[in-house]
Nanobody, 124 residues
């Protein structure tokens, strides 16, 4: 099992930026596909972005393409989500997820390891 802790959330005005971090302990992340999901009040937990464990392939949901960037630093055992040009509709709790040797996948059920989440609020 890998233990994940997110940080970096907060309150930002529309058009602003935040960088989320997901720090892992217990195992090295180099063999894990990492993903970010988000959940707004009353809604399901939706896929945002993922980065593969082998070649670093990245994939984004359409609504964040060109605005968000997922990256990983295996030496620091940390994954990041750089969020630019934030919109009020980006407001949600953001969760980091990990699954070993998984090909990049948008299905939250494919990920067994989750962090506790960090709140992102974008004001208009």
């Amino acid at each position: 099992q890998v233990h994940l802790v997110e940080s970096g959330g907060g309150l930002v005005q529309a058009g602003g930026s935040l960088r989320l971090s997901c720090a892992a302990s217990g195992r090295t992340l180099s063999t894990y596909t990492m993903a970010w999901f988000r959940q707004a009040p009353g809604k399901e937990r939706d896929f945002v972005a993922a980065i593969g464990w082998s070649a670093g392939f990245t994939y984004y949901t359409d609504s964040v393409k060109g605005r968000f960037t997922i990256s990983r630093d295996n030496a620091k055992n940390t994954v990041y989500l750089q969020m630019n040009s934030l919109k009020p509709e980006d407001t949600a709790v953001y969760y980091c997820a990990a699954q070993r040797y998984l090909s990049v996948d948008v299905d939250r059920l494919k990920y067994d390891n989750w962090g506790q989440g960090t709140q992102v609020t974008v004001s208009s």
